[in-house]
């Protein structure tokens, strides 16, 4: 134990709180530790001028006289009459506010649970498509690697090019009839 | 000519001439009822002829690379004034025209010609196919959250179409 610790169990000590055993340690180091001693006698004497006054802290009679007199001329709370108030009164509102509250809490795990079953149901139909577009796309790289487009290159964004679905545009592949002899 | 002959003749006469008559007007009606169905058909051939010479300039543009022009020429495709009826030919377009801005991972452009063109369709099942493609170009994008949100309408207008 240090210094600190056996003054921090020394307001304790002067008021005889402490556990024998600790109350006979701390009396063993006082006798030899002069700087907690001093501590001590610091804290018995702002005892001594505090605990004379402690008396004078209390409210006067005539405080508290005054205090009734200003309650008694308030005017009283309005309270519930007839019907409402016998019915607000009764067991009947602790039934009501139970009934109340069970209602909310199912409408709001019923919400929740909605809530989250919408979500799993729309990350399922997310993940469905985005599974059929990329088996659609995996399909057309096969197609076209076993057939390629005439005139492209295999893998090419070229390759696979949407055919047009508006018509046919009819390329008709002729001879340069301006070629010369030889070339 | 005794004067029952007359009357036996003009008898035949104005049947005749009503029957004529009857006929001209039935072929009449039946040319006026095709004619506007003709004309209807001639305005969509060339819609479409025009469609098709578009569709192969986005084709082009892309394949130079110019992706902002091809957008810009693709949205043309869906003003044209198209029938009603050529919804599900359009959707494929669009769909179509979105997955290759994607092939050529460009697929901002691809959400903002879907986002720019879904109001062009009625049917809600187009709108429903759009909405998914916008959503696969968001995730695309690792967009996730807006994804979701395109998926979430997509979802909604399938699940209880407008009337």
């Given amino acids: 134990m240090n210094c600190q610790q056996y003054c921090d169990d020394l307001t304790a000590y002067m008021d005889g709180e402490l556990a024998p055993s600790r109350s006979r340690e ?3 180091h006082l006798g030899q530790c002069r700087s907690c001693r001093e501590e001590l006698r610091a804290l018995q004497a702002s005892a ?35 019907f409402f108030g016998t019915w607000l009164s009764s067991r009947w ?31 399922q139909y997310m993940s469905d498509y985005i599974r059929e577009r990329e ?9 076209e690697v076993n057939a390629p487009a005439e005139g492209t290159r ?30 | 000519m005794n004067p029952g002959g007359y009357s036996k003749l003009s008898t035949a006469l104005i049947t005749g001439i009503s029957l004529s008559l009857l006929i001209q007007g039935a072929a009449v009606g039946a040319v006026s009822a095709v004619q506007p169905q003709g004309k209807a058909d001639a305005k969509l051939g060339k819609i479409r002829s025009m469609a098709e010479t578009q569709h192969e300039i986005v084709m082009i543009l892309m394949r130079k690379k110019e992706f902002s022009k091809a957008m810009a020429e693709a949205n ?6 198209w029938p009603a009826d050529q ?67 997509a979802h909604q207008l399938e699940k209880s179409p407008p009337r």
Wanted: net charge negative; hydrophobic share 45%; no cysteine.
């Fill in chain 2, 87 to 153: 919804e599900p030919l359009l959707v494929k377009e669009l769909l179509g025209l979105s997955g290759q801005f994607m092939r050529y991972q460009q697929p901002e452009i691809a959400l903002e010609l879907l986002e720019h063109n879904v109001k062009v369709f009625e049917d809600s099942k187009s709108q429903v196919a759009i909405y998914k493609e916008m959503g696969y170009a968001a995730k695309e994008m690792g967009r996730d959250d807006e994804a979701l949100e395109y998926f979430k309408k």
């Fill in chain 2, 76 to 81: 043309k495709i869906f003003e044209m004034g």
């Fill in chain 1, 93 to 123: 509102l602790k039934a009501a506010v139970g009934a109340a509250a069970a209602v909310v809490l199912a409408v709001g795990m019923w919400g929740t649970m909605n809530y989250l079953s919408y979500q799993r149901e729309v990350r």
């Fill in chain 1, 154 to 183: 295999v893998g090419t964004p070229q390759a696979m090019e949407p055919a047009n679905p508006f018509g046919v545009i009819r390329t008709v592949s002729f001879d340069n009839p301006f070629k010369t002899e030889g070339q």
């Fill in chain 1, 48 to 82: 001594e001028i505090v605990e004379p006054h402690i008396n004078d802290l209390e409210p006067a009679p005539e405080m508290w006289n005054n205090l009734h007199s200003r309650i008694a001329v308030m005017p009283a709370p309005a309270a519930f009459g007839g």
């Fill in chain 1, 135 to 143: 088996l659609e796309e995996e399909a057309l790289r096969v197609r």
């Fill in chain 1, 26 to 28: 701390l009396t063993s």
